[in-house]
């Protein structure tokens, strides 16, 4: 069992607490978020502490960090907590549902991986990685790092998701697709081919949106 410290204080930062408290052996502590949002003491019962002071306030040798975020600025804001997080000293844990189906995969700190997911096998997931419930990831395949699952993701199997992607809802990837660094791919949009970095794809078969970089859009 760790001590768990959770950074945010808007709704998945809740998610996490519940998931944390309720299905998992992990004992959440406190919150923490920046000093400049910081209006109210306590969250869920819990103290609020600004993430400036937080390692003096909680030590990382006796605590943890999870840092379950949204994809914004395509998981770029989620990756610099996680780095200046690792910069302060502090582990990650990572948070898979009882209710996920596994084969034994290689997975990654600060993953928030929920309820309904099926990993085939052989599949390695990376490190800062967030699947919301009910997505198909097929075997053979490698996700890295800082990149978000919505939900019903249908990836088919022996795909490369590069870092930073992010799949909308029920869009689904080609077999032996790769995608490419940056890459947003729209709701029920469907991958047939490689994707090209910081692109934003929709449609099915998905076509590239011209003149628009994904961090433009998210």
Not at 51 to 65: G, I, M, N
Not at 188 to 208: F, L, M, Q
């Amino acid at each position: 069992m760790a001590k768990v410290i959770i950074f945010g204080v808007l709704d998945t930062a809740e998610l996490a607490h519940y998931y944390l408290t309720n299905d998992s052996e992990h004992d959440v502590v406190a919150f923490t978020i920046h000093r400049e949002y910081l209006d109210n003491p306590s969250f869920k019962d819990l103290p609020v502490v600004a993430f400036e002071d937080v390692e003096t306030l909680f030590s990382p040798a006796d605590h943890v960090f999870f840092a379950p975020m949204t994809g914004r600025n395509m998981n770029r804001n989620r990756e610099k907590i996680y780095n200046e997080a690792k910069a302060k000293g502090y582990r990650f844990i990572s948070y898979v549902s009882s209710r996920a189906t596994l084969f034994g995969n290689e997975i990654g700190e600060n993953c928030f991986i929920l309820e309904d997911n099926t990993i085939q096998p052989f599949t390695t997931i990376g490190n800062n990685v967030v699947m919301w419930s009910g997505n198909h990831i097929g075997h053979h395949g490698q996700i890295k790092d800082h990149v978000f699952f919505t939900s019903h993701v249908v990836l088919s199997g022996h795909c490369v998701v590069e870092s930073h992607a992010f799949f909308g809802v029920n869009s689904t990837i080609r077999d032996y697709t790769t995608i490419a660094q940056g890459t947003l791919v729209g709701m029920a949009s469907a991958i047939t081919r490689e994707t090209e970095e910081w692109s934003i794809y929709i449609g099915n078969p998905a076509k590239k949106v011209p003149g628009k970089k994904s961090f433009e859009a998210y």
